[in-house]
């Protein structure tokens, strides 16, 4: 299977589509894909394209010509007498040179072509010398090469080849890079049929590299595809026998010492190497270069080294006995702890020597060091390893139920949460083990839990006395009361906390309840300014003092709150809260989170494409993975909004089929969209059924607002729904803390189904620069505004009106522009989105030109979708837009104008 080379693959077809002689130029380490890549490339190529495939084998600098022999190799139409001139060592150079190109040229003719080299580094110098004529060549074919960039050496006929093609031509190079953690899940959803659990698809990431070969033939070697019980599965024979080839050859002393570096880990430093095996620096020096320069190892950083692939390590390590790798460990282990030593390197030995003591040390130390630098997961490992051997120590159950949850793992964090929660010693570990729960429920959307544990505190907050313990509980309450929309209660929590802290100077309870009282502030239009300024206030003291979770949040609830003014302002509070995120492990912000914000930043821009393509990008990375709670499918039902803003309905389908069979849906969420589909559809029957069962749903909502209040009644109207099925909607999507702005915009609306139109042009008017409404919402206003300004025949205001629309609306398209569109019309207005006024072949795109030369030449819409790789529906497009800028009616027509401007 092909994962993560959509890019890569689309840059090549667009080569060989585009009828000019294209030199690619494919690299990337054995295993990458390339031969993949290339194959998907040659299935897509229309049936009239020639194609040639040869490949280098090892050995091949002694075979003249061998990858031209191999891609002709039983070609029916290939002379026998070619052949054998072409193999003939009594012929001169040149002669045989010309005769592969003559055999080429017979071959391909005039022809489309795409003729590739496969594994350039193995190949022999006279097939070099082709391939850089055939680069010469004019003509409609690609040529493709592949080699793998580590095995280029000076002596090799490759080298030259790659810096002269780089000297004569424009070639296209095309990195294949490993395969990042989010497309090793993707991989392993497309071979498994499901999405993989996150800890087994990080774990399988680290096992291979992102290497595709390596993962697939793992995959291979299990059946029924486990992917869990796929982590721990010894290598398959066949893989560990490839990988073990790269040290068979080595002398006894380089072997031991590689052997030696497969027990160390997979960071080796260079002195620790030294120590264990006893070598001299120059000789390790020298074991170290020639590892290297066979891809063995590599310099990972000063005076550090790491296995190339870590299956490499794994395969060696394999043929070890148990006592040497344990004599190994012990070593390794007495000489790290005599330093300050990396603890996850100490408990990694200690656990190698059986040391249990030790291991338990580290494993303490360890994960709280690297959850306060944001290594989440590496901080959650050290935290099982000692909790095998200390399954109750409740500081090893803290750091285990954090690091789960930073690391996205709610499972594990709510598992090691609860059982911290139950051995707590202390009322400070009691509390702090509540305060993480809340949080843990709330991301699992189990509000029940979330009520039982607020009441378990408030118990524990009566018991105990005034002081850090208590002002840290009533934090945890305001959390609580914040995630179950209470953010009056909220508010009053946090108060009693801060007055706590400030009295007993707690500067981290401080900061966390100032987050929710902010946080909760935001919330109400009357006094979200000051939660902006409360939040805006502690980033920077959050900053210094470490709290990057604190930091993280409040600058999650600035971006996502009242925008700035500033689109550059929001932007940077954007990338601040990312970097805070990163520093604290803190998933779900750093990269969840992140693009839901570049989308709304896209939408304040106006710009609908772009705040479509930031969610696919996100849900892509997502969906591979299996998740629970709010991080299941985080950006379906925003996605589905934007869907349902750009008129692409069946996208919507799929996203709420989606949605369907995930648990804790919020209850209004599906009937909403499928009530708002129904509508966009013009399906006014269907849509009065769902919309009673999203009325009976919303009833269990407790926040209300006022986009989805705008959003779903604009649905209504464009249905038709009757004007009371209107009011009644909107009595239970607004309530008394809706902004403002969408309050009146919703009114505005409603009015003029009404036929009130005076006072809803007042309405429309009062807003259509209010800065809480995105521009394309303040576009609608306007539009609204030009309908009652028509309404009472006043055409110039409502054409001003208009104009001003269509600035706002210039990014946008679906549903908003075809209402503007309708508005313009009535007007005599040409649609927002009309081209220029420029008519003949200067009018035509790019694109168009080139469609029109195809015409020209008599290719059908369906030989056009076939040749420029597009659908027969847009092809009609094009044709039409071609038809309607030439002033033609037919594709004779087309021809002639062509014709008469020569070459467009």
Known sequence: MMIGRESELRRLTQLAASHEPAVAIIAGEPGIGKTRLVQELLAGLPAETVVLVGRAEPGSLSRPYEVLLDAVDGHPEVDDAQLAALADPQRSPVERLHTGLAILTELVGDSPAVIVFEDLHWVDSESAALFERIADRRGPRLLVGTYRSDEVSRRRPVAGLLAQMERRHAVTHVRLDRLTPAQTAAMLAAATGGPAPLRAATALHHRTGGN????????????GYDVEALVEQPLPWSLADVLRRQVDDLDP?????VEAATVLGHRIPFDLLAEVTGAGEDELIAVLRDLVTRGVLLESGEDEFAFRHALVREAIADQMLGRQRRRLHEIALDVLLKKDSDPAMVAHHARGAGRYDDLVAAARRGAVLYLSIGSAYQALQLAEMGLDEQPDDTGLLASAARAAWLAGLLDDALRYGRRWRDLAGTTTDRAESLYLLVRIAWESRETGEMQTLTQEIETLIAQLPPGAEQARAMTAIAQSTYFRDEPEASVLWSDRALVL????????????????????????????ATGRTILAGLVDEAEEAGEWVLAARALNVLVHGEPPTSQAEHAETLERMRVDAERAGFESLSVATYFQGRARLAMWAGDLRAAIAALEEGREQDRSYRRRGRWADYHGFFLAGLYLEAGELDRVEQVIADLATLPHNPPSAIPGLTFHLACRRGDPPLAETILDEFLTALQEQTWRAGDHAHDLISAAL????????????????????????YRTLVEAQLASAHGRHAEALTGYLSIVDAHTLAPATRGTARVGAAHCLLATDRREEAAAQAEAAGLLLAGWRGWRVAQLDHVRARLGMAPADAEPAVTGLAALTPREREVAVLISDGLTNTDLARRLYISPKTAAVHVSNILRKLGVSSRTEVGDAVGRHGVL
């Open 718 to 741: 464009e249905a038709g729904l009757p004007a009371h099925r209107l009011d009644q909607m909107a009595a239970a999507l607004l309530d008394p803390h809706t902004w403002d702005a």
């Open 212 to 223: 595709p070969f390596f993962l697939e033939e793992l995959l291979r070697a299990l059946p």
């Open 253 to 257: 002393v380089s072997h031991r010492i």
């Open 501 to 528: 802290a400030e009295k007993f100077n707690l500067p981290s309870v401080r900061l966390a309840a100032l987050v929710e009282k902010g946080s909760a502030l935001i919330e109400r239009p009357t006094t979200a």
